[in-house]
T-cell receptor
Framework: SQQGEEDPQALSIQEGENATMNCSYK?????LQWYRQNSGRGLVHLIL?????REKHSGRLRVTLDTSKKSSSLLITASRAADTASYFC???????????FGKGTKLTVNP | GAGVSQSPSNKVTEKGKDVELRCDPI?????LYWYRQSLGQGLEFLIY????????KSGLPSDRFSAERTGGSVSTLTIQRTQQEDSAVYLC?????????????FGPGTRLTVL
């Protein structure tokens, strides 16, 4: 089944540095979403990128999508301690509304 | 309006007891999803509702798990004869009428502990 797999599993950086997280998936998609989760509770939608887009920006976030490689990346620039969280990519399964989440990347931003 | 709410926020129960978890989606959201997240793991899809019907129940781990949705709004996830392996955070999400690009809005989750 379709699944987003994030890499690395954990990332620790200093405040002000950039953080890059990668996602790979298995089958063709029409869009891909990134979510953030604090402290093992509810997820918050960050950004959606469509299959015909190569790059998208939202504030300090930059998402890329390479459909030929079935991969996406999330870049957080000028990181802050408040960015500490787990980040998940969520490609849809087939043409359904069902999103399939991986285990996420646990980002720690040290002050 | 208000976001997705879930109750209770925490539930501790004894093995073998039944539990009911409740989800109130965002008003007007016709799609509702239940997920389970074990410690340090990703989200495991359980069931999806469109209105009151559940076109995808493929993630329910056993027949001890069931869910219903009434009035196209509130949903209840019921776990019968709970087992210790059922301990997890149960997350509910809702989205607007299904479309290609559906952003899901998540509730805060219910942390279930089965002793």
């Amino acid at each position: 089944s379709q699944q987003g797999e994030e890499d690395p599993q954990a990332l620790s950086i200093q405040e002000g540095e950039n953080a890059t997280m990668n996602c790979s998936y298995k089958t063709s998609i029409n869009n891909l979403q990134w979510y953030r989760q604090n402290s093992g509770r509810g997820l918050v939608h960050l950004i959606l990128i469509r299959s015909n887009e190569r790059e998208k920006h939202s504030g300090r976030l930059r998402v890329t999508l390479d459909t030929s490689k079935k991969s996406s990346s999330l870049l957080i620039t000028a990181s802050r301690a408040a960015d500490t969280a787990s980040y998940f990519c969520a490609p849809p399964q087939g043409g359904s509304e069902k999103l399939v989440f991986g285990k996420g990347t646990k980002l720690t931003v040290n002050p | 309006g208000a976001g997705v709410s879930q109750s209770p926020s925490n539930k501790v129960t004894e093995k073998g007891k039944d539990v009911e978890l409740r989800c109130d989606p965002i008003s007007g959201h016709t799609a509702l999803y239940w997920y389970r997240q074990s410690l340090g793991q990703g989200l495991e899809f359980l069931i999806y509702f469109q209105g009151n019907s559940a076109p995808d129940k493929s993630g329910l781990p056993s027949d001890r798990f069931s869910a219903e949705r009434t009035g196209g709004s509130v949903s209840t996830l019921t776990i019968q004869r709970t087992q210790q392996e059922d301990s997890a955070v149960y997350l509910c999400a809702s989205s607007v009428k299904d479309r290609v690009h559906n952003e899901q809005f998540f509730g805060p989750g219910t942390r279930l502990t089965v002793l």
